[in-house]
């Protein structure tokens, strides 16, 4: 456990979906930064694993700005595409992040797999690793899931990245068709926060 209190905090990410989410989850004392501020671009991320990832983030953003760093790393495994996109989910959006391209690459692989996979369930998750570091020295590294299916076409404008796609366990429809408030009380994200807020 951390010995001083953050009282400022930097939020790893260039993505404006995942920093509007993390923000409103954190408490109200904590001022926050963002990487647009220092103009920092992300890091390569060479893990094998979105704990890895988000830990390069959180100790690279660090030490750029001497600030306490929570970054996250997250994306949605399918089952029936042998757990893909998993950590490369941002990298199927290419590099201007454009998530309709990503979700088309997805129904475009599971026709590859079963022209017929729409007359199946198909099983995925959401996976968030949320890492706090100071400099090059690891905090904390903690994961939430949250499990659900693809849905047969894209539903529902609000969320961000595979959200349109996502239907969680128990519910009818997408992250994207959800209201922000229900969505972040559902999702990966918050199920990782509530295993790291003890260090905030």
């Not at 010995?3 to 993390?22: A, C, D, S």
């Not at 129904?107 to 199946?120: D, I, T």
């Not at 349109?164 to 990782?192: C, N, Q, V």
């Amino acid at each position: 456990m951390l010995k001083q209190k953050i009282y400022k905090l930097l939020i790893g990410t260039n993505n404006k979906g995942k920093l509007r989410e993390i923000k409103s989850l954190l408490p109200k004392n904590i001022k926050i930064h963002s990487t647009s501020e220092f103009n920092l671009k992300s890091p390569p991320e060479i893990g094998k694993t979105f704990e890895e990832n988000s830990l390069i983030k959180s100790k690279y953003f660090s030490k750029k700005t001497g600030l306490f760093c929570l970054a996250d790393d997250s994306g949605l495994e399918i089952d029936f595409l042998d757990k893909g996109p998993g950590i490369y989910s941002a990298r199927w959006a290419g590099r201007h992040g454009d998530f309709n391209k990503a979700i088309k690459k997805v129904y475009r692989e599971l026709n590859k797999k079963n022209k017929n996979w729409e007359k199946k369930k198909i099983k995925a998750r959401f996976i968030c690793a949320l890492s706090i570091s100071y400099l090059n020295k690891k905090i904390a590294c903690v994961v939430g899931k949250v499990d659900g299916s693809i849905s047969h076409k894209p539903k529902g404008k609000n969320g961000f990245g595979y959200d349109p796609i996502f239907i969680p366990k128990r519910s009818k429809k997408t992250f994207g068709e959800m209201k922000p408030s229900k969505k972040y009380k559902l999702d990966h994200r918050f199920k990782a926060f509530m295993k790291i807020k003890k260090f905030l």
